[in-house]
């Protein structure tokens, strides 16, 4: 039933059967059952962030912001299609035993691809990143694996939040988000557009936050003029959770419930999660919408359950089983992404550790021991979590070495009662430190520290950050282990830019997910080569960006920063080295001969660059391409890497895309900066076109 047409005509026929109140009651996140039309409840609101969610055990995988830093979009696909398989053997499950409740449906409102412009925003790690094109190719890829390609939508894939939107968390619900029209169609509405036109979303979430004084799910600009009109989306629109409530609690745009409900309707919003459409008849009484509206919506909604099968007989996702949850091929596959994930920052020739002449090792840290550091948000519960403790011990124990671990202090100190335990663990800390061959601290947040405003357990600045450090807690044991360890490496959990000066290496792990122990270990050890890249830039300080209410791109992200970075956009370095021989491009594709120079098997990626000759270029070089690609020691390959179709365009200020003949590429395993050079020792390979 890939067919909308059909499927549509299906539910015009379905809905011209229902009473205005049936209708009406459809356009809620929690819809009833229509008995008398063998219509069972259905709620729409379920989450696969990276996994399926808060509803029992899942695979889990990365947190987004590490799938991201795979640059991997062949893996990026097959992980969705994963976690889509998961989500129907599930539902299978649960609704032939009348679970039909909140978190057990079909329709799963991932991805979040809104840009990560500023480091402080506490959701960032829920997306792919700062770049445009990166966010648009993973997020076209997330969508493809969890739609699948059957006859029937494996699962609805959801497009959020639409749009500029990220942070402050604590003004999301009366936030007006103020952008002129060339940082919108540059950057904030790329990966949307691509993911409706390549993808096929068939769902596209809201925004709290106004834009440009419109509140996001009633913006005649963004759902009507630009969503359905200039990109002809076909799907249905969701608004975010309560999102419709703010129009008159929060932003002040309308007086009244049944006013909120009406506007939202009029531009286009067919589901409401909240309550706010309890008020549509209400709304209708009063002559603010029309019948017609309410049955466009429900037939909307209506098509795309016919699209997924669940009036059907013959949906082929019907036969999968429980079974099909929490195997030993989705293990696998999250270990394999936390190796691919993980990014080395700097190594002084600590790493890899040998285990020959390793006889102690002292495992530090308040994430050491953590399954919060593992998971994220958005995530569901593994049945086998391997901490980063657990995952070192293990491969450690197996050859012989001592493993020592202390907690060192809290992750944060307000996580405890008593104030006074903060840093009771820091003589043991120290003790241990100084008689052990490595120290590995493992500090960082975990998603109590950053995330969403109003989460169980957020206790710290709305879910944002405040700067671009640590907790003080764990600064106090950073300082003393730099001092007192004999070899400090220095893992950090987390899911944005973090400054953490101490370790003779350093290793960004992200929130890895059920296996990231094993993964780092395994990393540690040598067993794997990193080869994760940054999909953000890191910042020296928060003192170097702009304030965090402006949505204007000047000075951000790695296309339009001004200063120097801590560390750039795509870098991530090897235990191997890697080098382009030669490279030529067409206006379309760039083929690279790389090659590994190194000792050492491993992967890297390709990106390219492309600077426009234009003045409406951003200020930096900005990516149109990546390649992950696998070499042994010694081992070449040429590989060709599509560019992206918008490569040798520029957005003026009106918002149009304009084009430009001629400018220059560049070849590399990270942003092509003096910053980059001065890390990897390495420039890039450049070739002009035109």
Same mark, same amino acid.
Request: hydrophobic fraction near 40%; glycine fraction near 8%.
């Given at each position: ?12 026929? =379905? ?10 009651? @459809? ?10 039309? &063998? ?18 055990? !899942? ?6 912001? &590490?799938? !991201? ?6 893996? +990026? ?16 499950? +649960? ?6 409740? /909140? ?11 809104? /840009? ?33 390609? &059957? ?25 007006? $988000? ?15 557009? !691509? ?68 506007? $939202? ?16 008849? $209400? ?9 017609? @509206? ?36 989705? +293990? ?18 600590? =790493? ?38 657990? &995952? ?28 006074? +335990? !903060? ?70 959990? $987390? ?92 206006? @379309?594709?760039?083929k690279v001969l790389v090659r590994n120079t190194g000792k050492r098997d491993g992967e890297t990626v390709v990106e390219i660059y492309a600077d426009c000759d234009s003045p409406l270029a951003p200020k930096h070089p900005r990516l149109c391409g990546f390649c992950r690609v696998s070499l042994k020691a010694g081992e070449e390959k040429e590989v060709r890497v599509k560019l992206d179709p918008l490569t040798w365009t520029v957005v003026d200020e009106q918002g149009e895309r304009q084009p430009v003949q001629t400018g220059t590429l560049y070849a590399g395993f990270s942003q092509p900066d003096a910053r980059s050079a001065e890390l990897t020792g390495k420039k890039p390979y450049e070739v002009k076109i035109g």
């Open positions: 039933m890939r067919n909308r047409e059909e499927a549509r005509k299906k539910a015009e026929a =379905l809905v011209a059967r229902m009473t205005l109140e049936e209708k009406a009651s @459809q356009l809620k996140y929690n819809a009833p059952a229509i008995p008398r039309l &063998g219509i069972p409840a259905y709620n729409w609101w379920n989450e696969v962030l990276h996994g399926v969610a808060r509803a029992g055990t !899942a695979t889990v995988f990365p947190q987004a912001i &590490g799938l !991201a830093a795979m640059f991997d979009e062949d893996m +990026q696909e097959e992980i969705a299609s994963a976690i889509a398989e998961e989500a129907r053997a599930k539902f299978n499950g +649960q609704s032939r035993h009348g679970d039909r409740d /909140i978190y057990k449906g079909l329709t799963v409102w991932s991805p979040n691809i809104n /840009i990560f412009r500023d480091p402080r925003w506490g959701r960032g790690h829920e997306t792919y990143g700062e770049d445009p094109y990166l966010t648009s190719r993973l997020g076209v890829r997330f969508i493809q694996g969890l739609q699948g390609n &059957g006859k029937y939508l494996k699962t609805a894939a959801c497009s959020k939040h639409f749009a500029v939107h990220s942070g402050p968390e604590a003004e999301r619900h009366q936030f007006d $988000a103020r952008v002129n029209r060339k940082d919108l169609f540059e950057t904030y509405l790329p990966a949307f557009e !691509a993911t409706v036109k390549e993808a096929g979303v068939e769902s596209v979430m809201g925004a709290y936050n106004r834009v440009n004084g419109e509140p996001a799910c009633g913006s005649k600009t963004l759902l009507k003029d630009i969503l359905r009109g200039k990109w002809g989306f076909k799907g249905h629109v969701v608004s975010d959770c309560w999102a419709i409530l703010d129009f008159h609690t929060h932003h002040m745009v309308t007086a009244t419930a049944p006013e909120s409900a009406a506007l $939202a309707l009029e531009n286009g919003c067919d589901l409401n999660c909240g309550v706010t459409y309890l008020h549509l008849l $209400a709304a209708l009484q009063e002559g603010l919408i029309r019948e017609e @509206q309410i049955t466009e919506a429900c037939v909307r909604l209506m098509t795309t359950r016919y699209l997924l099968g669940l009036f059907d007989e013959d949906c082929e996702y019907d036969s999968i089983p429980v079974t099909a949850v929490d195997t030993a091929e989705h +293990q696998a596959l999250a270990q394999r992404a936390a190796e691919k994930s993980m990014v080395l920052l700097e190594n002084d020739g600590v =790493l890899p550790l040998d285990p020959e002449k390793v006889k102690t090792i002292a495992v530090i840290g308040p994430n050491a021991d953590s399954v919060m550091a593992l998971e994220g948000n958005y995530n569901g519960t593994s049945s086998r979590y391997v901490t980063l403790l657990a &995952g070192i011990r293990e491969y450690a124990e197996a050859h012989g070495i001592r493993v020592l671990y202390s907690l060192g202090c809290h992750l944060f100190k307000d996580r405890t009662s008593n104030l006074a +335990q !903060a840093d009771d663990r820091m003589a043991e800390a120290e003790m241990y430190a100084e008689i052990a061959d490595v120290t590995i601290a493992c500090v960082g947040l975990d998603a109590g520290l950053e995330g969403e405003e109003g989460d169980t357990g957020n206790e710290y600045f709305s879910g944002d950050k405040k700067d671009l450090l640590i907790p003080e807690s764990q600064r106090k044991l950073m300082a003393m282990l730099q001092k007192k360890a004999k070899k400090l490496v220095t893992v950090i959990a $987390a899911g944005s830019s973090l400054n953490v000066p101490e370790g003779n290496a350093k290793i960004f792990a992200w929130y890895p997910g059920q296996a990231g122990g094993t993964a780092l270990a395994r990393i540690l050890f040598g067993e794997v080569s990193p080869s994760g890249k940054l999909p953000l830039t890191f910042y020296h300080d928060i003192e170097e960006l702009p304030a965090f209410e402006d949505y204007s791109m000047k000075n951000r992200t790695y296309r339009y920063f001004e200063g120097t970075p801590l560390y750039p956009f795509g870098y991530g370095l090897s235990y191997t080295d890697f080098e382009i021989r030669s490279a030529e491009a067409d206006r @379309q594709e760039m």
